[in-house]
């Protein structure tokens, strides 16, 4: 009889919550966050330079004296070719602010040619991202090797394909541009290579110059809170705890459990042990499922996915590995994986990559396709698979 008092005290106790519940509203704002660029047609001549040391400018042969500067129309055309990627983007570039840092060059000369490296900006939040743009100007008949840089930025990671073109200037010289689009991953300063460029075989090597990766300042975090405050609210279906239905259910559930127990009691008979809970990725194969049925890419839901795809890695990894990471920014919670050596170098790459992809969609306007949704399904199905405890051998293969 106290095994049943105690069930009828919890399926009251069930209602009070429910009724508190029913209370807070069930919609979720979302705000996207806008990616500043530089305007395309910013003119180079004027741009700060790096000051570099003769020997990191090092040039295998000295100058010839029909060796030119860089010309007006040559630096203009190395801009214009380097804001290519940024061109293609759906956002537009908000109006230039008194404080956003200017681009950083150096440059070198040698063999007739004359190389310019430019790193705009030279300084970014953790959520943007900067362009790298080698410029060789030369003699229209000589022949310019740029190299491959796409592992030599310290670290940062490469989006998408370099952009190359070649062009002839008004004084009948060419300018050969190359251009990477730099997307940091973690707060920090990132050291980048020296270019070396090859013309008619002759070296010309340039210093870089470095990407500081930095946290939000207190006016960008307070433009983000004015988008989140603006936002349309957007309705997402109530939690499962949070409908009535569900609390009706269990409160049939538990009167009839309390009948079953006291039924059990006047029979003398044992009750048999609940359960255990599921673990941590046989949940997250349950939510992948139930998140595939939906079909939200398909009708359009872009933000609703993503909200949903990075809750369930979230919660995997926190119910797994006990990270915390629904409560945790990128930054933070990429930085506690880091420090607790759970992950592989390859899943922190993975995990970076997928975060930062999510963070675009939710606060930068960015519309992935079908198929980059698909591809951010897969991965997090594959994390999954990765990080659950393999199973033990037989008896047979342990003897073996």
Not at 53 to 71: Q, R, W
Not at 181 to 194: A, M, N, R
Not at 213 to 233: I, N
Not at 309 to 316: D, F, K, N, T, V
Request: hydrophobic content about 40%; some cysteine.
């Amino acid at each position: 009889m106290k095994s049943l008092r105690l069930i009828i005290l919890l399926c009251a106790v069930c209602a009070v919550v429910w009724a508190q519940d029913e209370s807070q509203p069930g919609t979720v704002t979302t705000a996207p966050v806008e990616r500043q660029v530089a305007p395309a047609d910013a003119p180079t001549d004027n741009l700060p330079s790096v000051d570099v040391a003769p020997e990191d400018s090092a040039v295998s042969a000295p100058a010839s004296s029909e060796s030119a500067p860089l010309t007006e129309s040559g630096a203009e055309s190395a801009a214009a070719s380097g804001n290519e990627a940024a061109a293609s983007t759906p956002t537009t570039p908000p109006e230039a602010k008194p404080d956003t840092p200017r681009p950083a060059t150096a440059q070198g000369t040698g063999a007739n040619a004359q190389v310019r490296v430019t790193l705009d900006p030279p300084e970014i939040p953790f959520h943007k991202q900067t362009r790298f743009t080698i410029a060789v100007e030369a003699p229209a008949n000589a022949d310019v090797k740029i190299p491959h840089m796409v592992d030599k930025f310290g670290g940062l990671s490469v989006y998408g394909q370099p952009t190359h073109s070649s062009s002839v200037l008004e004084n009948g010289r060419k300018l050969v541009t190359e251009t990477y689009t730099l997307d940091p991953v973690l707060i920090g300063d990132y050291p980048i290579e020296p270019v070396t460029v090859a013309v008619d075989g002759e070296a010309i090597t340039v210093a870089s110059p470095s990407v500081r990766v930095r946290d939000l300042t207190p006016e960008e975090k307070e433009e983000a809170e004015r988008f989140v405050s603006g936002a349309t609210p957007i309705d997402l279906p109530l939690p499962l705890w949070r409908r009535w239905e569900f609390w009706a259910v269990v409160a049939l559930v538990a009167f009839a459990i309390a009948v079953l127990i006291w039924w059990l009691a006047r029979h003398r008979e044992r009750i048999a042990r609940p359960a255990p809970p599921l673990p941590a990725w046989e949940v997250a194969y349950q939510r992948l499922r139930e998140l595939d049925e939906r079909k939200l890419p398909q009708a359009g839901r872009t933000n609703v996915y993503y909200v949903e795809l990075s809750s369930i890695l979230r919660h995997y990894i926190e119910d797994r590995f006990e990270v915390h990471a629904p409560e945790q920014t990128t930054p933070e919670f990429l930085a506690e994986a880091a420090n607790k050596h759970v992950f592989t170098d390859e899943q922190q790459r993975m995990l970076a990559t997928f975060l930062r992809h999510c963070d675009r969609v939710k606060f930068a306007r960015y519309e992935p396709t079908i198929d980059e949704m698909d591809r951010s399904f897969a991965e997090v199905l594959r994390f999954v698979d990765e990080t659950k405890p393999k199973p033990e051998p037989d008896s047979e293969e342990k003897v073996a």
